[in-house]
């Protein structure tokens, strides 16, 4: 099964993965991973972050080029050895984020559909996604607006995207609202990932 953590910077999905690895619940032998990830792949993916000039187009795939090798070295073998995958971002983070980014700069007709539409042929679908709600002023108050993508502008309408896929895919969303202590947001991450495992 892959199981994936989806949400705005600042909505504690690491906090979350953390409180994951200890729980009881989650088996010995879940892999956890994460995107970006730490191959030259996704230090390139780190670098373009800190660009605030990079093209988004461009930017876009070198997540996707991120993505596919995610994929044939992580993802996919774990789950042919009958493993939990449970990833902190995956391919909705791409969708929601560089559809914002694109519609910013180009003149897609749907950015988030342009995108979806690149993984599509070749990515494999998470089975069920937890995501971590949180409104954009507070998630760019706790990642500290560090970078283009921590804006309170910007990830509004990342959040709007994020809202278009949970629309699509109502049966593999798990909702959980981070305005609550962290503590509870992970109790209800981990008995979530238990009711879905």
Same mark, same amino acid.
């Given at each position: 099964?892959l $199981?994936? !953590?989806?949400? $705005?910077?600042?909505?504690?999905?690491?906090s979350?993965?953390?409180?994951?690895?200890?729980?009881?619940?989650?088996?010995?032998?879940?892999v956890?991973?994460?995107e970006?990830?730490?191959?030259?792949y996704?230090?390139?993916v780190?670098?373009?972050? +800190?660009d @605030?000039? =990079? @093209?988004?187009?461009?930017?876009?795939?070198?997540?996707?080029?991120?993505?596919?090798a995610?994929l044939s070295?992580?993802?996919?073998?774990a789950?042919?050895?009958g493993d939990?995958?449970?990833?902190?971002?995956?391919?909705d983070? %791409?969708?929601?984020?560089?559809g +914002?980014?694109?519609? @910013?700069?180009?003149?897609? =007709?749907? &950015?988030? =559909?342009?995108?979806?539409?690149?993984h599509?042929?070749?990515t494999? &679908? &998470?089975?069920?996604t937890?995501?971590?709600?949180?409104?954009?002023?507070?998630?760019?108050?706790?990642?500290?607006?560090?970078?283009?993508?921590?804006?309170?502008?910007?990830l509004e309408s990342? %959040?709007?995207?994020?809202e278009r !896929?949970? @629309?699509?895919e109502?049966?593999?969303?798990?909702?959980i609202?981070?305005?609550?202590p $962290?503590?509870d947001? =992970?109790a209800?991450v981990?008995d979530?990932?238990?009711?879905?495992?």
């Amino acid at each position: 099964m892959l $199981l994936t !953590l989806e949400g $705005l910077d600042g909505s504690g999905k690491s906090s979350c993965i953390d409180a994951l690895r200890n729980a009881s619940a989650v088996p010995d032998d879940t892999v956890f991973t994460r995107e970006p990830t730490e191959s030259w792949y996704g230090e390139a993916v780190r670098r373009s972050i +800190a660009d @605030d000039q =990079a @093209d988004p187009l461009a930017e876009l795939f070198l997540y996707t080029a991120d993505h596919a090798a995610h994929l044939s070295e992580t993802v996919r073998p774990a789950l042919d050895r009958g493993d939990v995958v449970i990833s902190d971002r995956y391919s909705d983070s %791409r969708f929601a984020y560089q559809g +914002a980014t694109l519609a @910013d700069a180009y003149e897609f =007709a749907d &950015p988030l =559909a342009f995108v979806r539409e690149i993984h599509e042929p070749w990515t494999r &679908p &998470p089975d069920a996604t937890i995501y971590l709600d949180i409104d954009p002023e507070t998630a760019a108050e706790r990642s500290g607006a560090t970078n283009k993508f921590e804006t309170a502008s910007y990830l509004e309408s990342v %959040r709007e995207n994020y809202e278009r !896929l949970i @629309d699509h895919e109502r049966e593999r969303f798990v909702r959980i609202d981070t305005a609550e202590p $962290l503590e509870d947001v =992970a109790a209800q991450v981990i008995d979530a990932v238990e009711t879905l495992l």
